[in-house]
């Protein structure tokens, strides 16, 4: 039985290991969620929850939630802190982050942004979750199985003028392994460094509607880089939506509104067009979403970006 149960644990990541890095389809609402150099970058006070069930109808498939808080400190300072639990067949994991984000101001148009984060993670075998032939096998009478690991996140981004976004992101730059316990050694849960590069541009369609294209670009050691395209429109921060496609697993749509002043609600929805289409059909995503306060002035781009005989007559309206 426990050649059986290690088995399956090497089998459930090694389909998983890209999942050590939660996927997500709404992160463009929230790019702390990719990035801890991205916590406060709107100057808000954010607050995120999130849950993605993917390949639904498909038994053991991958569940996450996500909680996420961040908020200015002063104009260079941010902190932010996140919270996700992740379950993969009968392997769950509760991961916490603390995470601060460094502003350094080049110029009017020019800003680089540093952020990190240290974390713990926690692994665990779902016992009832399991299907055996031999119950009186002493693991599965363990009431617990788990481990604890460490880990850290490191990120930067570059905007010019509030429109042309940078970021790198490297999760799990430096991570303990999880020994779960009491199995054997064999049975670790070792975590890949990863490395994330995502580019994007605001476009003012009109006074109203903007879009934004961004490419994703996604690497674990080991593993061929995965590429993912967005494309958003923003209706007055009341409605927004858009496609893009994910590679290796097909379309994306989500669309969201906010249906009062602060609240915002989103949903994804994922095609599968790989070997798993024929048994899901497909994978959700939801987040809900909370901010205090209004964007500064510096991210808002209104009077102070007007020419000055312009400036005069909103004013004077």
């Not at 070997?275 to 987040?287: D, L, N, P, R, V």
């Amino acid at each position: 039985m426990k050649k059986i149960l290690i088995f399956l644990l090497i089998l459930s990541v090694k389909v998983a290991v890209g999942q050590q890095v939660s996927q997500n389809t709404l992160y463009y609402q929230n790019l702390y969620l990719i990035n801890p150099a991205e916590a406060g970058a709107n100057q808000q006070t954010e607050f995120h929850l999130s849950h993605r069930q993917q390949w639904l109808g498909f038994e053991g498939a991958p569940t996450t939630t996500w909680f996420s808080a961040q908020s200015k400190i002063n104009d260079k300072l941010s902190l932010g802190t996140k919270i996700n639990y992740d379950q993969i067949s009968f392997f769950e994991q509760l991961q916490f982050d603390a995470s601060a984000a460094y502003k350094i101001k080049i110029d009017a148009s020019n800003e680089i942004n540093f952020g990190l984060s240290l974390g713990i993670k926690q692994g665990s075998l779902v016992m009832e979750n399991m299907v055996a032939t031999d119950y009186s096998d002493h693991i599965l009478q363990n009431n617990s199985v788990n481990g604890i690991g460490f880990h850290s996140e490191f990120g930067l981004t570059y905007s010019f003028k509030k429109k042309l976004a940078i970021g790198l992101a490297l999760p799990q730059l430096f991570s303990s392994s999880i020994d779960l316990e009491p199995t054997t050694s064999e049975s670790s849960f070792v975590f890949n460094s990863h490395r994330f590069f995502y580019i994007s541009y605001q476009m003012d369609m009109s006074e109203d509607v903007t879009f934004t294209p961004l490419l994703l670009l996604k690497r674990a050691t080991g593993y061929s880089t995965q590429i993912e395209f967005l494309g958003n429109f923003n209706f007055q921060n009341k409605f927004w939506g858009g496609l893009g496609i994910r590679q290796q697993n097909g379309l994306l749509v989500n669309l969201g509104f906010s249906p009062i002043d602060n609240l915002k609600m989103s949903y994804a929805y994922e095609f599968n067009s790989n070997g798993i289409a024929q048994f899901s059909s497909g994978t959700h995503e939801i987040m809900l979403a909370y901010v205090i306060g209004k964007k500064s002035k510096e991210n808002q781009g209104n009077l102070q970006d007007l020419p000055e005989d312009q400036n005069e007559i909103k004013k004077e309206d």
